[in-house]
Every structure is written in C-alpha cells, then in structure tokens.
T-cell receptor, first 115, second 113 residues
C-alpha cells in the first residue's frame, strides 16, 4: 500500500503564482519523519526539509513554506511567487520504525513554472 | 572530493549479463541505500545497509545483490540483467537512517537491451 500519496502528478503555473504541493502520508508509528526533496531537470536529488512527528510547527525558508498537520496526516509544501527555476519534480517521503526508517517516497509532483 | 559518488553514470548492457553499479561516500555515514527511479513509480528502495556487513531488503530486491565490506562502499549487482531493470539507480547515505536527511549520488542510468 502506498504510504505517501502525492495526488498531483503534474502542476503548471505561471511565474509569480503561488503553488501548493500536497502530501498525505499513512503510518501507525507515533515517531516518524517527513521529508521533501527536489529533483530539477538535471536529475540530482536535493534535500529541502525534514520534520519529525513531534514538531508540528510550520516552517518557512525564503519563498518555501511547509505545513505539517498530524490531524490530516498531511505535509504540504508551498512555493510563494514561483520562479522558472522552481521547475522540478518534488518528492515527499516518510521514514518510520515500521519499515526500518528507510525513506519511503511518494511518486512525485512535476512542477512546471512558465514565464 | 567529499560526498557521494556513483559510477558509472551511464551504462548499457545486454540481457543476461552481470553488471555492478558502484557507490562510494566519504562522510563515514552508517547508512547507505539503493533506490531505483522509474516513471510513475517515484523512487523505490532496493536494499539498504545499516553498517558494514549488515544489509537488508527494501521494497524491490529481486534480481539484485548488495554487499558492504567497507563502510564507504555499497555496490549493487544485477546478477542477470533483465529489461525490466532498465532504470535510473540512486545511491544515498545518511548518518542516522530516516532521522537525518539522506544525501544522494548523481544517479546511474542503466539500459538493458
């Protein structure tokens, strides 16, 4: 069963629009970790953020922000004032004790930002 | 250079051949992983290793073999390559599995013909 669901396969926005990438996870563990990675067209995987299950504080880093809500098992990622350089595939991932804390990735959301 | 490196970056092999993908990290991270990335599937874990001489299966281990005789190296071997193993393979390492972030290599694009 898919433990991390990224329902949006592809999103296309115009530069300067805000965009939210959804991530819903499933776990029975009380201790777990959530991650977002970016994969630009060049192919490498770039770490963006890590959150543990005990820290529901939202985080902001420049134009990026993350909303973690345990009540809805969601860890959504918002890009404010998107730029062409934000075009990439974004992956949400879960690690939990039940699977030895290995990263379990969603299928990714492909974001295209056009000028 | 510090970091995690994979070799080769690109490989074409024939069905039935054995091929080994190499992964080397310089951080002395305990954990190392192999993922494959296929369109529509995201990244799927093949094998991981908690330390030298300790390996464990991930989601899609069939057809693959790993070893970890040294902390810094984690080679992945396809014993008899099949076309379904055509994929992009990523190696990763982390200090504390799933707790700290994993750092990924550049990937190896493998084509089995």
């Amino acid at each position: 069963a898919q433990k991390v669901t990224q329902a949006q396969t592809e999103i296309s926005v115009v530069e300067k629009e805000d965009v939210t990438l959804d991530c819903v996870y499933e776990t029975r563990d009380t201790t777990y970790y959530l991650f977002w990675y970016k994969q630009p067209p060049s192919g490498e995987l770039v770490f963006l953020i890590r959150r543990n299950s005990f820290d529901e504080q939202n985080e902001i880093s420049g134009r990026y922000s993350w909303n973690f809500q345990k009540s809805t098992s969601s860890f959504n990622f918002t890009i404010t004032a998107s730029q062409v350089v934000d075009s990439a595939v974004y992956f949400c991932a879960l690690s939990e004790a039940d699977s030895g804390y290995a990263l379990n990735f969603g299928k990714g959301t492909s974001l295209l930002v056009t000028p | 250079d510090a970091g995690i490196t994979q070799s080769p970056r690109y490989k074409i092999t024939e069905t039935g051949r054995q091929v080994t993908l190499m992964c080397h990290q310089t951080w002395s991270h305990s954990y190392m992983f192999w993922y494959r990335q296929d369109l529509g599937h995201g990244l799927r874990l093949i094998y991981y290793s908690a330390a030298a001489d300790i390996t464990d299966k991930g989601e899609v281990p069939d057809g693959y073999v790993v070893s970890r005789s040294k902390t810094e190296n984690f080679p992945l071997t396809l014993e008899s390559a099949t076309r379904s193993q055509t994929s992009v393979y990523f190696c990763a390492s982390s200090g504390l599995q799933g707790i700290t972030e994993a750092f990924f290599g550049q990937g190896t694009r493998l084509t089995v013909v």
